[in-house]
Nanobody, 120 residues
């Protein structure tokens, strides 16, 4: 079992910045990828950014050039640096971890979510 704890959400004005963190703990064997998703009221959950164990990244078109995902393998933590925030970035942000256990079975784990509100 892998637990994910997110932090760093909050209220910020348009054009501002926030940094989210997602720390993984528990029975960790091999993390395939860590990513951030978001869900705004009345909308489906969508991918924001993902980083693989090899360091490859992928971003939603709506955040390219503004958000940066990174990970600290020693701390088993993923970060999402969000710059030039817009009101449409307002959502609950969820951390996701794709984990390979010692049976080589892949499991997906989610954090509890952290609220990001962009408003003046």
């Amino acid at each position: 079992q892998v637990q994910l704890v997110e932090s760093g959400g909050g209220l910020v004005q348009p054009g501002g910045s926030l940094r989210l963190a997602c720390a993984a703990s528990g029975r960790i064997f091999s993390i395939v990828a860590m990513g951030w998703y978001r869900q705004a009221p009345g909308k489906q959950r969508e991918l924001v950014a993902v980083v693989t164990s090899g360091g490859r990244t992928n971003y939603a078109d709506s955040v390219k050039g503004r958000f940066t995902i990174s990970r600290d393998n020693a701390k088993i933590t993923a970060y999402l640096q969000m710059n030039s925030l817009k009101p449409e970035d307002t959502a609950v942000y969820y951390c996701q971890c794709r984990h390979l256990d010692d049976n080589h079975d892949e499991n997906i784990y989610w954090g509890q979510g952290t609220q990001v509100t962009v408003s003046s």
